[in-house]
Nanobody
Framework: QVQLAESGGGLVQPGGSLRLSCAASGSIADMFEMGWFRQAPGKQRERLATIGSRGNTDYADSVKDRFTISRDDAKNTVYLQMNSLKLEDTATYYC?????????WGRGTRVTVSS
């Protein structure tokens, strides 16, 4: 089973940018889909963006036009470029791998948007 490790979180001011990375221990080319999710305290985990094996992407309305998901199969890494960050983007961000059955989660990386 592939293991996922997120990185790139931190403290950023409103309007700023961050790029999150998700490094997989195995080939992501074998995955049906990869995705980014987030969970704020007291809230349910929210799907943000997914990218299929052919590079097809889908975004939640809350992040469309601000966040961009991408993948580098040679590096077994998925990225989430986050621009125009808002206070409400504060959350723990998780990477997920969907091999076609089930899901594997990373441990998350914390993003705090604050002035």
């Amino acid at each position: 089973q592939v293991q996922l490790a997120e990185s790139g979180g931190g403290l950023v001011q409103p309007g700023g940018s961050l790029r999150l990375s998700c490094a997989a221990s195995g080939s992501i080319a074998d995955m049906f889909e990869m995705g980014w999710f987030r969970q704020a305290p007291g809230k349910q985990r929210e799907r943000l963006a997914t990218i299929g094996s052919r590079g097809n992407t889908d975004y939640a309305d809350s992040v469309k036009d601000r966040f961009t998901i991408s993948r580098d199969d040679a590096k077994n890494t998925v990225y989430l470029q986050m621009n125009s960050l808002k206070l409400e983007d504060t959350a723990t961000y998780y990477c997920a791998a969907f091999p076609g059955r089930g899901v594997t989660w990373g441990r998350g990386t914390r993003v705090t948007v604050s002035s």
